[in-house]
């Protein structure tokens, strides 16, 4: 249940100033306002939008929090922002919140707001996803090498299309971060110890040029089989073309240790 204020700049910079304006005022919208959150799930109308928007300005006060920029994946149509909120979270601690949002003006769902809620409460939720699978969404060179060895659970080739210094950050913490071949080795394995791959069904890609952010579906993890939910993912290319971080905003609880 994380409103992010800045992004309805996504917005404008997609060139959609009535959308923009009605998510900073929904009292004055001109134009239908839709959006998607972790805990509320569909917002939808002027009055409940306004009357959200009222209690996310309270629960960021109460909770002391602080939103820094992470990156912003802008295309033609469709953007995808990211940021960490530094807030108290479970049990009075402070933490460093991962936060999501898909900007996608040709949606009837244009805000889609990705989060894991277990810093949160102290448990996952599953939540319903928002858009369907797309069957010709497919990210671009290395970063559709990672997705194909995901799903394929090959741990070498994932591993390969980091650089040296590639990162995983998972979405619970931002600190939670595997660095540099043997901890991304150890994490991957671990990944893959159920007995496969990850196939995620992807939804949407966003590409810049730099990064490419992918919303999927996740159902099966290994031989296991879940409630299918939704997540976004971005994979962020350095110098030499291999990923030097990927980044994941969902709630799926793993069947691994």
Request: proline share 8%; with cysteine; glycine share 10%.
């Amino acid at each position: 249940m994380v409103w992010i204020p800045q992004i309805p700049d996504l917005v404008d910079r997609l060139g959609d100033a009535e959308l923009a304006d009605a998510l900073r005022d929904p009292a004055e919208a001109t134009v239908p306002v839709a959006l998607d959150d972790p805990e509320a799930g569909r917002i939808s109308g002027v009055v409940v939008l306004e009357a959200w928007l009222a209690v996310q300005d309270t629960w960021r006060a109460e909770h002391g929090a602080d939103i820094e920029e992470v990156a912003v994946t802008l295309g033609e149509r469709r953007a995808v922002g990211e940021w960490v909120v530094r807030l108290e979270g479970a049990g009075g601690k402070r933490i460093g919140l991962p936060v999501a949002a898909a900007v996608d003006l040709a949606s009837a769902l244009p805000v889609r707001i990705h989060h894991s809620r277990l810093p949160l409460l102290g448990r996952h939720v599953v939540r319903r996803p928002m858009v369907p699978p797309d069957p010709l969404a497919r990210p671009s060179d290395v970063v559709g090498v990672y997705k194909a060895a995901l799903d394929a659970g090959d741990t070498a080739a994932v591993v390969a299309v980091f650089g040296p210094d590639g990162s995983f950050r998972g979405p619970a913490d931002d600190t939670s971060r595997h660095t540099g071949t043997k901890e991304l080795t150890e994490l991957y394995d671990t990944f893959f110890s159920t007995g496969g791959g990850i196939p995620l069904k992807l939804c949407t890609v966003t590409e810049d040029g730099t990064r490419s952010a992918f919303e999927y579906i996740c159902d099966r993890w290994g031989d296991a089989d879940l409630p299918p939910q939704p997540g976004l993912a971005v994979c962020a290319r350095g110098g030499d073309g291999l990923i030097v971080s990927a980044r994941v905003y969902d709630d799926v609880e793993a069947p691994v240790e």
